[in-house]
């Protein structure tokens, strides 16, 4: 096992977001809880072994980038490295799929399944999903249910939180128009916070 080293908290458009690593990479990303408080408690209890401290600078610049994609820019996350070793190899497959999927852009549990060469696994990616501990680093907010609705969402706040995401991103859910100026402004989820 590779066991955290640290943690470190930093601040976004969406609230106090958290990231823990380990020797091998990224074993943890964290959307924020109902309150900084809730949020620190939930990555204490996920990573009772880390301390917060300083991000070194590999972990500043993936925070950096976390930052900036919350605030609506499209910055590519694949070359964050994660450490999966506790990972089941079904899991880093999905993950791997779900990581090429770029900002405003989405693929359904579906295509996914079709992705892995395992058309009839929906159901089998949709739990891989609900399990990311990576929340953005693997997008699993971009993956939709087959008739356009959001379907499932683990982290905090739910649904919510996933459409939120999706809003910043620009991505279109069902056909729908995304919430947008003309000049491409941020959402107005994001610009009446």
């Not at 964290?30 to 990555?43: N, Q, S």
Request: proline share 7%.
């Amino acid at each position: 096992m590779n066991p955290a080293r640290g943690t470190a908290f930093f601040e976004t458009v969406i609230g106090l977001c958290a990231i823990a690593w380990g020797r091998g990479g990224i074993v943890g990303v964290h959307l924020p809880a109902a309150d900084g408080a809730a949020t620190r408690a939930r990555v204490a209890r996920k990573h009772p072994e880390a301390e917060e401290t300083l991000a070194p600078p590999g972990v500043q610049l993936a925070i950096d980038d976390m930052v900036r994609l919350l605030a609506g820019e499209r910055i590519d996350l694949s070359r964050i490295a994660l450490d999966m070793d506790d990972v089941p190899e079904f899991h880093r497959r999905v993950y791997a799929v779900a990581r090429t999927i770029p900002p405003g852009a989405t693929m359904t549990y579906g295509e996914v399944a079709a992705h892995l060469g395992e058309p009839g696994s929906s159901r089998a990616v949709g739990r891989a999903l609900a399990q990311n501990p990576f929340a953005i680093v693997v997008p699993c907010h971009r993956v939709l249910a087959a008739d356009g609705r959001p379907g499932g969402f683990s982290a905090a706040g739910g649904i919510s939180t996933k459409l939120r995401l999706l809003t910043i991103e620009r991505a279109r859910i069902g056909g729908a128009p995304t919430l947008f100026d003309d000049a491409g402004g941020l959402p107005l989820a994001v610009a009446t916070r």
